[in-house]
């Protein structure tokens, strides 16, 4: 069993199912409601938690009625909450989502009224217990830092790049792992995974999830994988980009081959987005 620490946030989903995404200036009926616990560092570890590893999460958690969503959940997958800070001021970070009924997919309006993490509470952990650690690419000025002192420990890592943040190109050389989103490809001017993949210059592994088609790796060695993904029909798409990313770190802390830690990771994001939730 591996032991993981993720840096990244939680947040309190407000989910509600729609027959369809509304026109703009429409009045809908909402099908249903539910609140449950979000954010794509958390996300992850609950997934890799449900893989037989030990996990534990490094964020901001304020102390706030909304935080007890994020404990309980956490608390129910085994996550240890002992690297949080607890602030005593500011808002968990709330996302407001549209699920479309007839497709599956969502729209994500996000409040947030908290700071990100910093170094200074990533430089007081003690890194050594654990065999991999995963990073949002968020906080960037304070990422650097904390992406060099895991490398100084000797700790493989990862790196999720969601969306273009300023400056974040830089850091690309220092995990072990590049995570990368439909989203930041097409921000970047390519319209196919695999033409970015093939225009970088990586020297570590690479992977691109892209919803319906599947995902592509690119190894150290610059050769290019992709699994397609198997047709199911379309429940919830939330978080299954985050439940992807967990697939690609469990196949790397098993050395699985890139081909199967592909196909394993589509296969786990796949059957996500046929059920609702992040149970497997």
């Given amino acids: 069993m591996s032991r993981i620490l993720a840096v990244g946030i939680a947040t309190v989903d407000i989910v509600n199912t729609l027959a369809s995404y509304p026109d703009e200036d429409a009045e809908v ?10 954010g794509n560092a958390t ?9 037989g590893h030990s996990t534990a999460w490094a964020g901001l958690l304020p102390q706030e009625p909304d935080a007890q969503i994020v404990i309980d959940d956490l ?4 996550v240890d909450l002992a690297p949080v800070q607890r602030p005593l001021a500011g808002k968990l970070p709330t996302s407001y989502i549209a699920l479309g009924e007839n497709t599956g997919s969502r729209t994500i309006m996000h409040y947030r009224d908290l700071p990100e993490y910093d170094f200074s509470s990533f430089d007081e952990l003690a890194l050594g217990g654990y065999d991999w650690i995963h990073f949002e690419g ?16 000797g700790i493989p890592c990862s790196l999720e790049v969601e969306k273009p943040r300023e400056g974040i190109e830089a850091l690309f050389g220092l995990p ?10 097409q921000s970047r001017g390519y319209a196919l995974a695999r033409d970015f993949l093939q225009r970088q210059s990586f020297s570590r592994p690479a992977f691109v999830a892209w919803g319906e088609a599947g995902a592509w790796c690119r190894s150290s060695r610059n050769e290019i994988h992709h699994a397609p993904a198997p047709r199911v029909r379309v429940v919830d798409s939330l978080g299954a980009g985050d439940v992807f ?25 796949s059957a996500k987005c046929a059920r609702e939730g992040l149970e497997i």
């Fill in 75 to 78: 608390n129910k997958h085994q």
């Fill in 138 to 153: 968020r906080h960037v000025s304070a990422l650097g830092p904390m992406l060099k002192k895991t490398k100084q420990a």
């Fill in 245 to 269: 990313n967990a697939g690609v770190i469990d196949g790397l802390l098993n050395a699985l081959p890139l081909e199967k830690i592909l196909a394993h990771a589509v296969s786990l994001a």
């Fill in 176 to 185: 072990d792992a590049l995570l990368f989103s439909r989203n930041y490809v």
């Fill in 29 to 38: 009926r909402v099908l249903a409601q539910r609140r449950a616990r979000g």
């Fill in 43 to 51: 996300n992850t570890l609950v997934i890799l938690s449900q893989l």
